[in-house]
């Protein structure tokens, strides 16, 4: 079956502006994660989604940062004033249950470019 | 304060050779440790894992270690193919409410031929 999927692959914006990043996780996985790869880093947490509702937010930077999944299903980061510190690659994942010690499957990530 | 570190950036090992990846954590609440790869242009893959009750966990050519008193696990890739060049992450979990992964900075492998 499908992976998870991710759009866009890349995305160029200037400094100041909204961008929103897709993420279309694997069929039937209720859990959703969004990470965040700086260059030469390793991914870094920034959201979780069980189902509809984000159950741990603790990694989201700042309020210019906001996710949705409004069905359960696809999930929308979006990304408001973008800043060029928030150049980086950005990872989802999707897990089936969202149980401890489930392995979590990868995107290949959007990479964002802030000019 | 990096939570789970690799502190060799990059290993170079020749094709059939054993390849050792270490990580080291700071986190005594981590009770689950997982390894992924992760080729140019791609998310990264699980590879394997290992539980804090377990000290070792194998398969095939891939076999963790984990040293609870050190905070201490290593990655064995044994024999090396050019195929396993890659990015090579360590990453750890709670297993109470978190879910998050806590992930190393990586380590760049390279197999020469």
């Known amino acids: 079956g499908a992976g998870v999927s991710q759009t866009p692959s890349n995305k160029v914006t200037e400094k100041g502006k909204y961008v929103e990043l897709r993420c279309d996780p694997i069929s039937g996985h209720t859990a959703l994660y969004w990470y965040r790869q700086s260059l030469g880093q390793g991914p870094e947490f920034l959201i979780y989604f069980q189902g509809t509702g984000a159950a741990d937010d603790s990694g989201l930077p700042n309020d210019r940062f906001f996710a949705v999944r409004p069905e359960g299903s696809v999930s929308t980061l979006k990304i408001q004033r973008t800043e060029r510190g928030d150049s980086a690659v950005y990872l989802c994942?999707?897990?089936?249950?969202?149980?401890?010690?489930?392995?979590?499957?990868f995107g290949p990530g959007t990479r964002l470019l802030v000019l | 304060d990096q939570q789970v570190k690799q502190n060799s950036p990059s290993l170079s090992v020749q094709e059939g050779r054993i390849s050792i990846l270490n990580c080291d954590y700071t986190n005594s609440m981590f009770d689950y440790f997982l390894w992924y790869k992760k080729y140019p242009a791609e998310g990264p893959t699980f590879l394997i894992s290992?539980?804090?009750?377990?000290d070792k966990n194998e398969d095939g050519r891939f076999t963790v270690f984990l040293n609870k008193s050190a905070k201490h696990l290593s990655l064995h890739i044994v024999p090396s193919q050019p195929g396993d060049s890659a990015v090579y992450f360590c990453?750890?979990?709670?297993?109470?409410?978190?879910?998050?992964?806590?992930f190393g900075s990586g380590t760049q492998l390279t197999v020469l031929p």
């Open positions: 290992i539980s804090s009750i377990k």
């Open positions: 990453a750890a979990s709670e297993s109470g409410s978190a879910r998050q992964l806590t």
């Open positions: 994942a999707s897990s089936s249950l969202g149980l401890p010690q489930e392995t979590q499957y």
